[in-house]
């Protein structure tokens, strides 16, 4: 699985609420100012956030974005799958009863590593909070400053 610009650029902006949850609405523009998105693509990605539940928007001057959890409670795996679709490194394993496709009817051997894999990126991406990030973040910054 290659993760798109959809899915970065969403990942780059949720972070970014995360690291200003409870400040209230975020203006779109200053996500995207900050993040160094285009405006319009970040628009359309926080709207598939916000159809999602993960964030949450104010109309008017004083709108914009808020996640709609607690950065804990949102993991880069919710976000992922809400931009990207489903994390699997093979069709096989997408869970749409595609297993036969390859030709191979059976148990088989490649299909068992593939899905270790897939195993083994949901655990990381499903255990990785937007605070996991944050805390990160914030331990980089003073390792660094």
């Given at each position: ?15 970014y ?61 919710d ?5 990207e ?20 009817l ?40």
């Amino acid at each position: 699985m290659r993760i798109s610009t959809r899915g970065e650029y969403g990942l780059r902006a949720m972070f970014y609420l995360a690291l200003k949850h409870g400040q209230g609405p975020i203006p779109l523009k200053t996500i995207a100012e900050e993040q160094g998105i285009s405006e319009h693509y970040l628009e359309q990605l926080m709207g598939a956030l916000r159809r999602s539940g993960l964030v949450s928007s104010v109309r008017g001057a004083q709108g914009g974005y808020s996640l709609s959890r607690p950065p804990k409670e949102i993991t880069v795996g919710d976000i992922i799958r809400v931009l990207e679709g489903p994390i699997t490194p093979m069709d096989c394993l997408d869970g749409a009863g595609k297993e036969a496709e390859c030709g191979f009817l059976g148990p088989c051997a490649m299909r068992r590593m593939w899905k270790r894999l897939q195993d083994s990126m949901e655990s990381v991406l499903d255990s990785t909070t937007l605070a996991c990030l944050a805390e990160e973040a914030l331990f980089f910054e003073e390792e660094h400053a």
